[in-house]
């Protein structure tokens, strides 16, 4: 594991990294129990699915909460927004941190099983915007620190709160952030040339769709079988029930092409760990992936927001 404070290059995006972006001078005082946990036992308290009202744009919410916390955590998802992928994460995390800390995970608009905004398709920007009003709406009478902590294009959503709302962030982490754009990387660049196509974009939503309109056994069969051959149940339910819509599939390409266009190479200092334990960038599919980032999280959390005597 590699620690240090640097400017992140544009070549390093290629590599998998987890990095913190800011620490502010805030006391925080709860036991983390950091010992290794495994799924195979269940946790502490179940994480629970809310629907709620942001601007008018039905929210679907991811949370466990603690009775008395220390901390919370506000997680922002990557691209899909889906909050159930993370629900192994979470719980994780909740549990790692010894129930005092209460933990929110909070979807995009429209990344979601039901096409509450009938059609439309929502941009990045509009996804920020989202999200900075949700922490005005629910999060403003929060009294434990607050936490950010972003997943892939959801570091760069939870960098851009923290600009917007100085005052409420205690610290931000990012883990595999999309930050900038890199040239060399094939991935990148398919992913834009499609998302840049309304046609591919329409056909692919419609093909998605017409699977997910398959009977649930055998839309499961063939995601468990194919994308989702090492991922966790959670994962391939999440799959099924939210990405095979067409409405869902629509924004998450729609988001991409806005990202590609609103992203550039500039990104700000920051503190850079290398994971090099083997997970994939999609962390939240399997259960080993979920539970070893918890546990990173949570010694960030030990190691540099409980002690407030330490500069970065």
């Not at 998450?252 to 550039?264: G, R, V």
Request: charged fraction near 20%; include cysteine.
């Amino acid at each position: 594991m590699l620690l240090l404070l640097l400017r992140l290059p544009c070549s390093a995006v290629a590599v998998r990294p987890l990095s913190l972006f800011r620490r502010r001078g805030t006391r925080i005082s709860f036991k983390c129990e950091c010992g290794v946990m495994g799924r195979e036992s269940l946790p502490s308290k179940a994480a629970t699915f809310r629907l709620c009202d942001v601007s008018g744009c039905a929210t679907e919410l991811l949370e466990v909460r603690s009775e008395d916390p220390a901390l919370h955590v506000l997680f922002i998802p990557g691209n899909p927004g889906i909050v159930t992928y993370y629900k192994d994460f979470v719980e994780s995390l909740y549990d790692l941190l010894g129930g005092n800390a209460s933990i929110t995970v909070v979807g995009h608009i429209s990344h979601s099983k039901k096409d509450w905004e009938n059609g439309r398709s929502f941009s990045l920007q509009e996804q920020i915007d989202h999200k900075v009003e949700f922490m005005r709406q629910e999060m403003q009478n929060t009294r434990a620190p607050l936490l950010l902590v972003g997943h892939s294009i959801g570091s760069y959503i939870s960098m851009e709160i923290l600009r917007k709302c100085p005052e409420k962030v205690t610290y931000c982490i990012g883990l595999y952030p999309f930050l900038a754009l890199n040239p060399g990387s094939m991935k990148q660049s398919i992913i834009k040339n499609i998302s840049a196509s309304s046609i591919i974009c329409a056909a692919l939503s419609f093909i998605v769709a017409l699977l997910g309109s398959l009977p649930s056994r055998f839309s499961r069969f063939i995601v468990a079988n194919s994308l989702g051959k090492s991922w966790s149940p959670l994962a391939i339910e999440a799959t099924c029930t939210h990405l095979l819509q067409y409405h869902t599939m629509r924004n998450m390409l729609f988001m991409a092409m806005t990202e590609f266009k609103q992203i550039s190479k500039k990104i700000p200092e920051i503190t850079l760990a290398i994971e090099r334990e083997g997970h994939s960038h999609s962390f939240c599919c399997t259960e080993a992936g979920s539970v070893w980032v918890a546990e990173h999280i949570t010694s960030l959390i030990k190691a540099r927001i409980l002690n407030s005597n330490q500069k970065i």
